[in-house]
């Protein structure tokens, strides 16, 4: 009761009390009160509509969702089985893997352009940045749990001659789910970063062109509301993944 009601609630006024006496010395930085005021109807209204911009923030919410589940899904679609090939053949991850490593640290901000040239869309270039970006945490994951399979476990289905198929499904898979699931989690985070970045700079409905459109319109309130849900979302997201992540296990 105390750790998971108690501390929390104790934690959020420490942050909310922190938060008001920076906002008496920062003239710009609006406090919570005034934060709650400007944009209480964003929340109370999450799903009106008054412009392709001016949106409740559940809808905007909704748009990014949708957009960085899209990525998310071909990024786990490209990476899952990426990863396995890494960790099960020495000759592909010699092959690919400096080409993994040279093309991980590339940021999103250089995505976008490349993906707006070949797809003349900001919706497609947004997914595919998304998987780009998205993909790497599950590549590496995997892969490093493939390789830390225990050799007594190889050797165990070798003994028992079975099929390289059944060797996958039965020895490998299940001994590299915590990284997989690893791996997944990671890049959730990741996908859910770059969809604000993504919609910041393609000025397109969701919760990082909202943001960037109310820094432009000078609303600090509505930067702070937007700030608030990406952090709510990226939390949800991180435990929904993780339940997920337990009833695998536990299945």
């Given at each position: ?36 005021t ?8 999450p799903f ?9 923030i ?13 990525g ?8 899952t089985?990426?990863?396995?090939l ?25 995505w ?5 040239v070949?797809f ?14 998205a ?21 165990v289905?070798r ?8 060797m ?12 997989v ?7 959730l ?6 969809i604000?970045a ?13 943001l960037?459109?109310e ?16 952090g ?11 339940v ?7 299945g």
């Amino acid at each position: 009761m105390i750790r998971k009601i108690v501390l929390p609630a104790f934690g959020l006024a420490v942050v909310l009390v922190v938060w008001t006496v920076i906002s008496q010395a920062v003239a710009d930085l609006p406090s919570p009160a005034k934060t709650w005021t400007e944009s209480r109807r964003y929340v109370l209204e999450p799903f009106f509509k008054d412009g392709e911009m001016n949106q409740g923030i559940g809808r905007l919410a909704f748009y990014s969702l949708v957009r960085v589940g899209k990525g998310f899904a071909l990024a786990l679609l490209l990476g899952t089985p990426i990863g396995f090939l890494l960790g099960l053949s020495r000759t592909f991850h010699a092959s690919f893997d400096p080409i993994v490593q040279f093309l991980r640290p590339i940021s999103p901000l250089a995505w976008l352009p490349l993906g707006l040239v070949i797809f003349q869309k900001s919706e497609p270039a947004a997914v595919f940045t998304i998987a780009l970006c998205a993909m790497w945490p599950t590549v590496i994951n995997t892969a490093v749990g493939v390789r830390s399979i225990s050799q007594d476990y190889l050797n165990v289905g070798r003994v028992l001659k079975l099929s390289r198929w059944k060797m996958l499904t039965k020895i490998v898979v299940p001994a590299t789910i915590p990284y997989v699931f690893t791996g997944y989690r990671l890049s959730l985070g990741l996908a859910w970063l770059v969809i604000v970045a993504s919609e910041m700079l393609t000025g397109t409905p969701g919760v990082g062109g909202f943001l960037w459109q109310e820094y432009n319109s000078v609303v600090y309130s509505h930067i702070i509301l937007s700030v608030i849900t990406i952090g709510v979302i990226g939390l949800l997201l991180g435990r929904r993944m993780g339940v997920i992540e337990a009833r695998v296990k536990a299945g």
